[in-house]
């Protein structure tokens, strides 16, 4: 299901005026199908509602009581990736039909030029000409590593999953951000742990766990810190694929300097053939 299914669930199973069967009437397809979110669709979502539903209705009513707040937060501060990669692409686009272009155009129509004097091939086209693919195979590899990157933390910060940072996005990813995002996880599931006797183990479910002792109403707070850490998260999340186009930029730059170089060169030459 996706957020907005979800926060209607809550919505359903938090009242304390509807019966539990129509509770779960009202949690069937036909009504869940209304409330659309693009297409988005989370695990992490799946598996609250899953353990929501699995404790007695009172429980229950309260644990949803929580979560309401969740999709609106969600969709306040998830991470909007389209920008990043539309600039990434046209960057590269531009440069990749610059060095076809010339490649196959222009650097043919030399050859044949200098193929009637004297002056040296070799001597002519350096060996960017030769291995004028190496930038644009490196660049290709690199942009799809940010572009892989940018598509994992989009779903991070929409919280598709309990776990999204395994395997080789343990090295791809920062720690501090690895940790920010665990760390923003388990506050979100502090109302299904907290009565089972899981220890807290963040500053804010410890906080979390002392109002919730001392008899203060927890549900606003839960939101507050949750907004709070979501917010942190995305500022996170903005600086790191900051830093990897600053990375992309350098590369791009030094091929696109290495191509300019190579271009300049026949034309000098051609005046002295000529």
């Avoid at 199908?33 to 929501?52: E, F, M, T």
């Avoid at 990157?149 to 999953?161: P, R, V």
């Avoid at 109403?217 to 600086?239: A, G, M, P, R, Y």
């Amino acid at each position: 299901m996706n957020w907005n299914q979800f926060g209607y669930i809550c919505r359903v199973n938090s009242s304390k005026t509807l019966s539990a069967e129509k509770k779960d009437e009202l949690s069937t397809p036909p009504y869940l199908d209304v409330y659309i979110n693009n297409g988005v669709r989370s695990k992490l979502a799946d598996d609250l509602i899953s353990k929501i539903a699995s404790q007695d209705e009172a429980t229950s009513q309260k644990k949803a009581t929580y979560y309401q707040c969740l999709p609106e937060l969600i969709n306040e501060f998830k991470f909007e990736h389209k920008g990043w990669l539309s600039y990434l692409t046209i960057v590269f686009v531009i440069y990749f039909l610059s060095s076809l272009l010339y490649q196959f155009f222009v650097v043919p129509a030399f050859v044949e030029i200098y193929s009637t004097h004297t002056v040296s091939l070799n001597h002519t086209f350096d060996d960017y000409f030769t291995y004028w693919y190496v930038p644009i195979i490196l660049l290709t590899l690199l942009l799809s590593v940010i572009f892989t990157i940018i598509l994992k933390l989009k779903n991070a910060s929409a919280l598709t999953e309990l776990q999204p940072f395994s395997g080789l996005f343990k090295i791809l990813i920062p720690r501090q951000l690895i940790n920010q995002y665990n760390s923003l996880t388990t506050t979100l599931l502090f109302p299904i742990t907290i009565k089972e006797g899981i220890e807290a183990s963040t500053p804010q479910t410890q906080h979390l766990a002392i109002c919730e002792l001392l008899g203060l109403e927890t549900q606003e707070e839960f939101k507050v810190l949750l907004k709070q850490q979501l917010k942190l998260l995305n500022t996170h999340i903005k600086s790191y694929i900051s830093k990897l186009v600053i990375v992309y930029g350098l590369v791009i730059v030094v091929s696109i300097y290495l191509f300019v170089k190579a271009a300049y060169q026949p034309l000098f030459m051609l005046g002295e053939a000529l």
